[in-house]
């Protein structure tokens, strides 16, 4: 080989090209390619390192070897593999002469380790290509496409830290382009980022959005719309939240997720039971069943009062101080919202027991609550009470947002506990009426 490499080299300069490059197909075509990767390797250290060469004939060369190594005339991946990998690993040195050709075999060797679900690798490799420099400079769409594909690929590793920081590299390129897949893998990718970053709230959004897209695989927008409703659950409880469910549950493509069960739910605001919360819980992923951080006034949320003490007719008293995962704190969140639609008021201790939390505890995540706006009431800590205000006149994340029609105002008496008796009445002769209603259009009861 090194002989047949000399003689080429001392070919006059117009025939140095075409004798090199046909010494490439005479490689490739062999029957037995065990010597080829290596036979290649020797190749292109002599193009590139051999002064007498040149740099245009080197370029020439090495073009036509990236052709030949994309165009699969070499049927063995393994050793098309070794020969992308060898070719850059001696090209780099010399990056500014022959920077095109490099580039080029990082988005074949990106392409390698992405078909064998190496996904860190060929991100690595993608990140080494030089997007900006004096020799060769792409276009801002090309740009994005690549930082695209950095995120999408770093985000399959789980690596949201990184992705984060090349997505925010794309953003800036957002408008550059207007090729549909690029943008829609954007959005994907803006989605996720807000998935592994615990924005489940514009997370679900984004999902949602994405699952009505025509230009997306069916199965494909499916697993978005089921995204959606998972993040939608482990999204802090609130009105905001409640608008996000109410707009997943008017969504009919949900009745048909395994999902669907924890989602109504969570809309209707019905408590949630631990057997239907292990049953999500498998369907969640790592990063969704990630463990929280215990805050300094978590570890302290105990009851230590003498009131506390057990007395064989309370509740049992848990000994937990903060809800452990991601999971456990919009579970919780959940069911102390739905117990505001239940109750007037309840005891620490009875929160407690609901929330499998310690009085303490439950009274912390109440009052966090209440100051965010997410919960409407007051807390009595001489009595050891949380009152619960508002009804669901007042809710307009299911009243007027939740789709579910206007409500009649009532009179304002100034008596709020008398107000809300009556409301209850009124609820539950309505509720009488239309049962007696249906009963008499079946004919099965005579007025």
């Excluded at 957002?174 to 514009?202: G, M, N, P, V, W």
């Excluded at 809800?323 to 069911?335: G, K, Q, S, W």
Aim: hydrophobic share 40%; aromatic share 6%; net charge negative.
């Amino acid at each position: 080989m090194e002989g047949r490499l000399q003689q080429a080299a001392a070919l006059g300069q117009k025939d140095k090209g075409p004798a090199f490059i046909s010494l490439i197909v005479e490689i490739v075509s062999r029957s037995d390619q065990s010597t080829v990767a290596q036979d290649l390797q020797t190749l292109v250290g002599f193009v590139v390192n051999e002064e007498s060469v040149g740099l245009v004939v080197g370029r020439q060369v090495l073009s036509e070897l990236v052709r030949i190594l994309g165009d699969g005339t070499l049927s063995d991946p393994e050793v098309r593999k070794r020969v992308v990998q060898k070719t850059i690993e001696i090209t780099q040195p010399k990056i500014v002469s022959y920077e095109e050709q490099v580039t080029n075999l990082r988005f074949q060797l990106a392409d390698i380790y992405e078909l064998e679900e190496e996904w860190s690798e060929a991100a690595r490799v993608l990140m080494g290509i030089q997007l900006d420099s004096n020799q060769r400079s792409l276009p801002d769409g090309e740009k994005m496409r690549v930082y695209v594909r950095i995120v999408r690929l770093l985000l399959e590793e789980e690596d949201s830290v990184q992705a984060e920081s090349y997505f925010n590299r794309a953003q800036l390129l957002f408008h550059s382009t207007t090729d549909k897949e690029t943008l829609l893998q954007f959005k994907l990718c803006q989605a996720r980022i807000s998935d592994y970053s615990r924005k489940f709230l514009e997370a679900a959004s984004r999902y949602h959005e994405l699952s009505f897209v025509a230009d997306i695989d069916e199965e494909e927008r499916r697993h978005m719309l089921m995204a959606a409703v998972t993040a939608a659950v482990l999204a802090p409880a609130g009105p905001n939240r409640s608008r996000v469910l109410a707009s997943l549950y008017r969504d009919e493509r949900t009745t048909e997720l395994p999902t669907y069960n924890i989602l109504s739910k969570m809309f209707l605001d019905h408590i949630l039971r631990p057997a239907e919360i292990k049953e999500f819980e498998g369907t969640l992923k790592p990063h969704q069943l990630a463990k929280i951080a215990i805050s300094s006034n978590d570890r302290v949320a105990t009851s230590t009062n003498d009131e506390d003490i057990e007395n064989p007719s309370d509740p049992p008293m848990s000994t937990r101080t903060a809800p452990a995962t991601v999971l456990d704190r919009a579970v919780m969140e959940h069911n102390l919202l739905a117990s505001s639609k239940i109750y007037h008021n309840i005891t620490f201790r009875g929160l407690g027991a609901l929330l499998d939390l310690t009085p303490g505890a439950a009274e912390n995540m109440a009052r966090k609550m209440i100051e965010q706006g997410r919960l409407r009431g007051t807390i009595d800590q001489v009595d050891k009470l949380i009152w619960f205000e508002g009804n669901r006149e007042d809710d307009d994340a299911q009243g007027k947002a939740g789709g579910l029609g206007e409500v009649e105002e009532t009179e304002d008496t100034g008596a709020p506990f008398t107000k809300r008796w009556d409301a209850q009445i009124r609820i539950t002769a309505a509720n009488v009426e239309s049962i007696v209603q249906q009963l008499t259009e079946r004919g099965l009861i005579r007025v």
